[in-house]
């Protein structure tokens, strides 16, 4: 709920006023009933940031139109209903392809909800909406990018942990190309990204949201350098130190580009590094060319790209209640066996990846998740990192924090072997 304690004058306020009682106002944020007690929120600062009550993402900026709080506008609750009108009575196919729909919707409602209250009505669409959303909520975000006077300001409206964070996603990858369009120099680019978009990496319970903002970078590398230019763009992930950076932005090429390739192929996964984070998103080649092939990795022409599709396989499959099974085509002969043991490990961790740790827990029961697994050290602790760690509110403050699991994923990399890999 959006609730406040402060005063602000506000001259919708009930009579309330009369009765001697301090005037309130509550407003339901994803709800179509906006319920008025009498206290509004306080006003924005004159500088610096705030964090508007009830509000879950980033601090917002004082001077960040893009975010409208309720009390701001007379006409919030109208608006946030002839939104979810449109979204309601409109054909679905008009849902899912129209652009126009959707910008004459914006247009019209964005002034009086702000940003935020345009993504919380997506948010309660979304809930019963039976279609497929991801691409047409990743071009809210491209157009909120292109509606923010600061890039800074379109990260902070979309950093809250609703719509899979792909409007997150969208508004930084558009940034992303905009700048690459006028500055091609990658340390400039950087820069900004630390100083202006992913800012936020040590803040408390921004991790995974930080993960996104350098999954979003990925995307607009992807796009910028194409299908023709994924060692390029990967070799300006690579170029930040900092390794959960290195994957997540990787995940982003891979994420753009894949869809451009044909569905019975390996590429471009077998012949770019970050495999893992490549075949994460081999949904088609892994559901419906290999969808009963327990094992369709022993054609990876090394170790390190071997591991990486033995954890894109287990990431896409998802298997909850069947994981030990799933992973044992991968199980060593014996305690230590390498590469075997890594193998299993990744399997192990690809799968818990895929799916909240509730998950599992709920399928296998606490006690049983990791069973099993103890004579295989790496997999083990693997299991029970994943399923003690609450990634949705990860925190990079303790320096084993981790959201990729790169010691493991990089483990067979080997920098002097020549990329493009030879194709298996």
């Known amino acids: 709920l959006y609730n406040s304690t402060s005063t602000l004058n506000y001259s919708s306020i009930d009579n309330s006023r009369d009765l001697g009682l301090e005037p309130t106002v509550q407003y339901a944020r994803n709800s179509y009933e906006f319920e008025k007690n009498t206290y509004p929120e306080p006003p924005r600062p004159i500088s610096g940031t705030w964090i508007p009550d009830g509000w879950t993402g980033l601090p917002i900026s004082f001077d960040n139109s893009l975010y409208k709080h309720p009390n701001e506008s007379p006409r919030y609750q109208s608006a946030y209903k002839g939104v979810m009108k449109v979204l309601y009575t409109s054909p679905k196919r008009d849902i899912i392809q129209n652009d126009d729909l959707w910008m004459d919707m914006v247009t019209k409602y964005s002034t009086e909800l702000g940003w935020n209250g345009i993504l919380d009505a997506l948010d309660e669409y979304y809930k019963t909406a039976e279609d497929d959303l991801s691409l047409r909520f990743h071009n ?131 012949t770019n590094k970050y495999p893992a984070a490549c075949y994460r998103f081999k949904n088609r080649l892994f559901n419906t060319i290999f969808y009963d092939t327990p094992n369709p990795c022993d054609t990876q022409s090394d170790i390190n ?92 403050n303790d320096e084993d924090s981790f959201f990729y699991n790169d010691p493991l994923l990089h483990k067979f990399y080997d920098s002097e072997v020549a990329v493009p890999y030879s194709s298996a």
């Open 305 to 396: 790209l071997k591991l990486g599709c033995i954890w894109g396989f287990a990431y896409v499959r998802k298997p909850l209640s069947s994981v030990h099974e799933f992973c044992k085509p991968f199980e060593p002969e014996y305690k230590g066996q390498e590469p075997q043991s890594s193998f299993h490990a990744a399997c192990v961790d690809g799968a818990f990846s895929a799916a909240p740790s509730n998950n599992f827990i709920s399928n296998l029961g606490r006690d049983k998740v990791c069973a099993g697994w103890e004579e295989f050290e790496e997999s083990y602790s693997i299991c029970d990192v994943r399923i003690s760690t609450n990634f949705k509110n990860l925190s990079f």
């Open 140 to 270: 809210i975000g491209e157009i909120i990018a292109s509606y923010a006077v600061k890039p800074k300001h379109a990260v902070e409206i979309t950093s809250r942990n609703n719509l899979h964070k792909a409007p997150l996603h969208g508004a930084v990858w558009q940034i992303i190309m905009d700048f690459k369009e006028l500055n091609d120099d990658n340390k400039a680019m950087f820069d900004f990204v630390e100083n202006e978009l992913c800012y936020f990496k040590n803040y408390e319970g921004m991790g995974t949201t930080w993960i996104s903002c350098a999954h979003g970078v990925g995307h607009g590398l992807g796009y910028f350098y194409n299908i023709t230019g994924i060692p390029a763009a990967l070799d300006v992930c690579e170029s930040q130190e900092d390794m959960q950076f290195q994957y997540a932005c990787a995940t982003g090429v891979f994420m753009s580009l894949e869809k451009f390739f044909p569905a019975k192929t390996f590429e471009p996964c077998d």
